[in-house]
């Protein structure tokens, strides 16, 4: 083997190294555009994701680590990463899955877009939010390695949303105990929603 062939091996060998480096960072996931934005063509992508290759195709332009570990979650990182991770924010009944919150098993995963972003169709089994107030930095958490709405942010949405009230009521009660958020936190993050749902939160919390 020639010094050029040795050059060529160990530029890929760091391609490749960056690019799991990435999908480390999102569960294991990657899409071709990010991949080619390392340096990862798709049709190399295409033929590592045969039968003992690097990676496995996961949906529409997202791979997945062939040996990255296995989660419960996978279903969400996988809809987060392809809805764009530095864009989309795992929100309302995902959120809780994510947390351990409540016993929801919600059919869809939630995610939520700037409102910029209304025109986008979300695909199917995933179902998009995009709030007329954009989610400030202390609203976002990192949970199960990916982007999630924070304790405080996911209880008020749902609550807002309409899910069941009894799984509403359990999920703060359980935050609360896990000390995941306190009541006047929940309070503060009620405060810039309507009456309507300060009222049904004020009902949910122990009394100040």
Do not use: C
């Amino acid at each position: 083997m020639g010094l050029h062939d040795i050059i060529v091996l160990m530029a890929d060998q760091e391609t490749w190294e960056a690019l799991g480096r990435l999908a480390e960072e999102q569960a294991g996931y990657i899409t071709t555009a990010q991949a080619e934005a390392i340096g990862v063509h798709r049709n190399t992508l295409r033929d590592q994701a045969r039968e003992g290759g690097r990676v496995e195709r996961a949906g529409r332009g997202l791979y997945r680590l062939r040996f990255f570990p296995r989660s419960p979650f996978d279903h969400i990182a996988a809809a987060w990463v392809q809805a764009g991770p530095d864009l989309a924010v795992v929100s309302h009944e995902s959120a809780l899955e994510l947390y351990g919150l409540a016993d929801v098993a919600p059919g869809d995963v939630h995610l939520t877009l700037p409102r910029t972003y209304r025109h986008r169709r979300a695909p199917f089994g995933v179902r998009f939010h995009r709030p007329r107030a954009p989610l400030q930095e202390k609203e976002i958490r990192r949970v199960q390695a990916v982007r999630a709405t924070s304790p405080e942010r996911t209880l008020i949405d749902v609550l807002e949303a309409g899910t069941q009230p009894e799984q509403v009521e359990l999920a703060v009660r359980q935050a609360i105990e896990r000390a995941l958020t306190t009541a006047s936190r929940l309070r503060a993050a009620g405060a810039t929603r309507s009456q309507i749902i300060q009222r049904r939160l004020k009902r949910l919390l122990p009394a100040a």
